[in-house]
C-alpha cells in the first residue's frame, strides 16, 4: 500500500476536522476499552497468561529458523505447499501465479493485515482478478477504496449513511427504492451478495493470526464465519503469513487465543477459531483441493536483529489502539499506512522506512496505557522512544526544539543554577498570569498555544515542593 | 524458490547473531514439540464434579448467544429439531451430515420432518450435525471436518442445530486437545478442519452495532443429550 505517512501534520489537520470521524470516534471509549476490562476481570490468569504468551513469543523468535523449517515440513507431509518470499514484490508475483494456475477469476479474500501490507487487491486487480473482500467492514472500505482506519475494525470511522451510499453505488442490480437505513438491512445485503461472490471464486485468499509448528496448522480467528467459507468453498486456498505468526504447539495457540479476543474486543474467545491443515482429505466433502502457505519477510527479518524485536510479539489485537489518546482524536487514517496507534507508530517506521514516517513516533504523548494493556507485554513507549532518540542523534528534529533541549541539558548540569532559573522563572510566570490563570500566547510555545492554553504555574517549583515534602516525612 | 527459502533462513540466523543451531539445541526443541506441556490453565474452566462442568457449558455457551436445551436421551433429539424449526418459523426441512453419532436417532420420530443428507448446499435453511468436544470454559463447541462432517454444515445454513453428548463436555481447551491427541492423533490423522465455535456468527462492523448471523449461522442451538455415550 502506498503510504500517506509523510504528510502526517496535514492528515491529522484534516481528521480533527472530519466530523463524521469525529463522531464515529467519540464511540470509542464506551466500546473496546469497558469490555476487554470487564473480560480481563473475569478471569484472575489473564496476566499470568499474557505472561506466557510473551515467553512464548520469546522462545519462538528466539529459535525462528527452527520453527519455520518444521513448519514447512509438516504442511509439505499434509500435502501442502510452502512458498518463501522475502519482500513484497515476490509475494506478490507468487500470489498472481498461483491466481493463475487456478484459473482464477473471482478471488474472496479474508481479512489480511500482511495482505494489506503487500497490496493483494491493487495488485490482483493490475492482473486482471476481481478480488472480493469478504469481512464486512473490509469489504465496506474496498468499496469506497480506502485503507483500514483500525486493524480489527476497518471500517470503524464511518457511519452507516456513508456505508449505505457505498452500498448503493455498488449494488446497482438491487432496485433503487429497496429500504437501507438501518445496519440489519447493509448486512442482509452484504451476506447475499458476498455468498454470491463466494460460489463464483476459485481462490480463497487468507491470512493466518498462528501458524502451529507442531501440526502445520494455520489458525484464523473471526466473528463472521468469512474467513471459514474463504477457506472452504473455493478450490484453492492461499495462506499468506508473516514469519512471526508461528507457535509451537496448539496448547500454545490456546494460551495466546486466551488473550487475543479479550484484550481485542473483550470476548472471552472470538466465535470462530479454526485450525485447518492441508488441503481436502480423501473422503471429505468439502474443502479445497489445493493449500498453499506464502511465509513473508517483508522486514521482520531486519526488526528481528534490531532493538524493536520485541515488536515481533505482536498478535494484532488492537487493544494499544483502542487506548490510545491520540488515535482517539485522530483514528486510524492519518497514520497513512495499514496499521495505526502506538503499534502503527512503532511498525510503520520499522517497515517503510524511519525517514518517511518521521512524525508518527512523536505522535504520542508516552502515557504508557499501551504498554499497561498490550498482552504480549510490548514496551511501546520505550520504542517510541528510542525512535526519537534516533531522531535526534540524525539530527532531524526541529532546531528550536535542539536549541531548547541543549540549553536545557546545560543548566542542568550545575543544580544550583537551575534551582535559581526555574525558580525565578516559576515566579515571574506565576506573576503574570494570576489574573487569568493561564496564558493564551507565549513567546517559543506557540506549538502548545496554538491548540490550548498554557496554565499560569502556581506556587513553587517541583524541586522547592519535593524538599519540603521530604522534610516533613522525616 | 528454494533459494528464496535460504535467504529468509540465513537472514533470520544473521539477525539472531548465530549460525544453524546444534544438535542439541534442536533436541531439545524436537522434544517441546512431541511432549507439548500445557501453559497457566485458568480454573474457571475446571470443575469439582459432572454437573458442575455442565453447568459451566452451559452458562458460558448462553452468555455468547448460545442456545442450550437439555435432553434425557437420544429418543427426543428428532421431536426437538422439529420443535426448534416450529418455534422459529422455519421449513420442517433439515440438512443432516453423515456422522456416526446419528445412527442412534430416529428420525421419524418428528412426523413430517424432512431429511437431506450430503454436504450444505446455498438454499439450506437448517442443518444439524454432532460436535467432538464442548468446552465448558468458554461454552466453546469443538467440530471436526470428515467424510461424515463437511465444514460447510456449520457455517452455510442459518440455522446450526448442534447435538453434544453430555460425556463429550471437557473442561478446558488442554482437556479438548488431551482428548483429541489420545483418540484422533495430531499426526497425519488429524482432520482437515478442527472448528471452535463460540456462539452464533456476529459483526459489529457498522457503527459498532452488535448483529448476529454476519456471514455464519444467525441461531446455534445445542441439544445436550444426557446419558450418551459418543458415538466416535
Ligand atoms: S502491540 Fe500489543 S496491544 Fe498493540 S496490537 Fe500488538 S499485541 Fe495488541
Redesign the pocket.
Known amino acids: 500500500m502506498q503510504s500517506t505517512a509523510r504528510r502526517f501534520t496535514t492528515n491529522v489537520r484534516e481528521a480533527l476536522h472530519d466530523d463524521k470521524l469525529q463522531v464515529a470516534l467519540a464511540r470509542f471509549p464506551d466500546g473496546f476499552p469497558v469490555k476487554r476490562r470487564l473480560a480481563a476481570e473475569r478471569l484472575p490468569e489473564f496476566d499470568a497468561l499474557r505472561d506466557d504468551a510473551k515467553a512464548i513469543k520469546d522462545h519462538v523468535l528466539e529459535h525462528l529458523d527452527y520453527y519455520l523449517e518444521r513448519f514447512e515440513a509438516k504442511v509439505t507431509e499434509r500435502g501442502g505447499r510452502v512458498h518463501w518470499c522475502t519482500d513484497a514484490d515476490e509475494a506478490r508475483q507468487r500470489l498472481v501465479a498461483l491466481c493463475r494456475e487456478a484459473g482464477a477469476t473471482i478471488v474472496t479474500k479474508a481479512k489480511s493485515m500482511i495482505g494489506e501490507e503487500i497490496g493483494v487487491n491493487e495488485c490482483l486487480e493490475e492482473a486482471g482478478f476481481t478480488p472480493v473482500e469478504t469481512d464486512l467492514g473490509e469489504y465496506i472500505i474496498q468499496l469506497r477504496r480506502e485503507p483500514p482506519s483500525h486493524?480489527i475494525a476497518p471500517a470503524v470511522h464511518l457511519s452507516k449513511d456513508q456505508v449505505a451510499a457505498a452500498f448503493r453505488a455498488a449494488h446497482t442490480d438491487l432496485p433503487d427504492d429497496r429500504p437501507l437505513s438501518e445496519p440489519q438491512e447493509m448486512l442482509d445485503e452484504a451476506r447475499a451478495v458476498l455468498r454470491r461472490a463466494f460460489l463464483a471464486s476459485s481462490v480463497g485468499i487468507t491470512g493466518a493470526n498462528m501458524l502451529v509448528a507442531e501440526t502445520g496448522s494455520i489458525v484464523l480467528v473471526t466473528n463472521e464465519g468469512n474467513a471459514d467459507l474463504t477457506q472452504t468453498i473455493p478450490p484453492v486456498q492461499i495462506v499468506i503469513a508473516s514469519i512471526e505468526k508461528i507457535v509451537p504447539t496448539l496448547e500454545d495457540a490456546a494460551t495466546i487465543l486466551r488473550v487475543l479476543a479479550r484484550?481485542?474486543t473483550g470476548q472471552d474467545l472470538s466465535v470462530y477459531t479454526t485450525f485447518t491443515t492441508g488441503p481436502r482429505r480423501p473422503g471429505d466433502l468439502d474443502g479445497p483441493e489445493q493449500f498453499h502457505v506464502i511465509l513473508l519477510d517483508n522486514g521482520r527479518t531486519r526488526m528481528l536483529g534490531s532493538e524493536f524485536r520485541e515488536?515481533l510479539?505482536?498478535?494484532?489485537?488492537?487493544?494499544?489502539?483502542n487506548h490510545c489518546p491520540v488515535y482517539g482524536a485522530i483514528g486510524g487514517h492519518a497514520y497513512g499506512w495499514v496499521y495505526s496507534?502506538?503499534?502503527g507508530a512503532v511498525l510503520i517506521p520499522n517497515l517503510i522506512g524511519e525517514d518517511e514516517a518521521k512524525d508518527l513516533p512523536n505522535a504520542s504523548t508516552l502515557c504508557g496505557r499501551?504498554e499497561e494493556?498490550?498482552?504480549?507485554r510490548?514496551p511501546?513507549p520505550r520504542m517510541l522512544r528510542q525512535l526519537r532518540d534516533r531522531q535526534f542523534e540524525a539530527g532531524q528534529t526541529p532546531a528550536m526544539f535542539r536549541f531548547g533541549l541543549r540549553w536545557w541539558a546545560r543548566l542542568a548540569r550545575w543544580p544550583a543554577l537551575y534551582r535559581l532559573a526555574t525558580g525565578s522563572g516559576v515566579r515571574v510566570l506565576g506573576r503574570l498570569g494570576r489574573r487569568k490563570g493561564r496564558f493564551r500566547t507565549m513567546p517559543f510555545a506557540g506549538g502548545w498555544t496554538g491548540a490550548r492554553d498554557l496554565p499560569a504555574p502556581q506556587g513553587r517549583t517541583f524541586q522547592q515542593w519535593w524538599t519540603a515534602e521530604k522534610g516533613l516525612r522525616q | 524458490m528454494s533459494d528464496g527459502r535460504e535467504r529468509l533462513l540465513s537472514g533470520i540466523r544473521d539477525s539472531l547473531g548465530r549460525g544453524a543451531l546444534d544438535a542439541d539445541t534442536r533436541a531439545a526443541l524436537e522434544r517441546r514439540l512431541r511432549f507439548p506441556r500445557a501453559n497457566v490453565v485458568p480454573a474457571r474452566g475446571q470443575h469439582g464434579s459432572r454437573d458442575a462442568l455442565l453447568a459451566g457449558f452451559i452458562t458460558e455457551a448462553e452468555r455468547v448467544n448460545t442456545s442450550v436445551q437439555r435432553l434425557p436421551g437420544w429418543d427426543g433429539v428428532a421431536t426437538a429439531v422439529a420443535d426448534f424449526l416450529r418455534a422459529h418459523n422455519l421449513p420442517q426441512r433439515v440438512r443432516v451430515a453423515g456422522d456416526a453419532l446419528f445412527k442412534n436417532v430416529t428420525w421419524s420420530a418428528a412426523g413430517g420432518l424432512e431429511i437431506e443428507a450430503g454436504p450444505a448446499e446455498a438454499a439450506d435453511t437448517a442443518s444439524v450435525t454432532g460436535a467432538y468436544a464442548g468446552i465448558a470454559e468458554t461454552g466453546t463447541l469443538m467440530l471436526l471436518s470428515g467424510p461424515g462432517s463437511p465444514t460447510l454444515l456449520n457455517f452455510l445454513p442459518p440455522n446450526h442445530i448442534v447435538v453434544l453428548p453430555e460425556a463429550c463436555v471437557v473442561g478446558t481447551y488442554e482437556d479438548a486437545w488431551h482428548r483429541l491427541r489420545a483418540e484422533v492423533g495430531t499426526g497425519i490423522a488429524m482432520p482437515r478442519v478442527i472448528n471452535w465455535i463460540t456462539g452464533p456468527s456476529r459483526t459489529a462492523d457498522i457503527e459498532q452495532t452488535l448483529l448476529l448471523g454476519a456471514h455464519g449461522p444467525r441461531r446455534l442451538h445445542v441439544l445436550l443429550v444426557d446419558g450418551a455415550s459418543p458415538a466416535h
Do not use: K, Y
Not at chain 1, 505482536?314 to 489502539?321: E, F, S, T
Open positions: 486493524i484484550s481485542a515488536m510479539r505482536c498478535i494484532r489485537c488492537g487493544a494499544c489502539i496507534g502506538p503499534m499501551c494493556v498490550c498482552p504480549m510490548i511501546l
